[in-house]
């Protein structure tokens, strides 16, 4: 079956950077829109980034436009999210999808576990 797990939180001071990972196995993610979501407590999820199946397109929530990017490296089945800037307001558990739908990124189906991000100020 398809599983995905995040990696890479932790305890961060505001300002700080981290980069998530998103390792995926039982599929090929390389025909497959991906995307980032994170909840903090008390919150519903919300959705925070994505990338096209080809890479060529990423799309971003407006609170982390600018310091958040979105990559994949289809060799190793493998989808980041690099956060710089971050600020208390970005504490949270993260949490990786992918569609599934051929191309797509509307479906989102398979969700790995989730990794904390805890900023401190």
């Known amino acids: 079956q398809v599983q995905l797990v995040e990696s890479g939180g932790g305890l961060v001071q505001a300002g700080g950077s981290l980069r998530l990972s998103c390792a995926v196995s039982?599929?090929?993610?390389?025909?497959?829109?991906m995307g980032w979501f994170r909840q903090a407590p008390g919150k519903e999820r919300e959705f925070v980034g994505a990338?096209?199946?080809?890479?060529?397109?990423?799309y971003y929530a407006d609170s982390v436009k600018g310091r958040f990017t979105v990559s994949r490296d289809n060799a190793k089945n493998t989808v980041y999210l690099q956060m710089n800037s971050l600020k208390p307001e970005d504490t949270a558990v993260y949490y990786c999808?992918?569609?599934?739908?051929?191309?797509?990124?509307?479906?989102?189906?398979?969700w790995g576990q989730g990794t904390q991000v805890t900023v401190s100020s």
């Open positions: 999808a992918a569609s599934r739908s051929l191309y797509s990124n509307d479906d989102y189906y398979y």
């Open positions: 039982g599929r090929s993610i390389s025909r497959y829109g």
């Open positions: 990338i096209s199946w080809s890479g060529s397109t990423t």
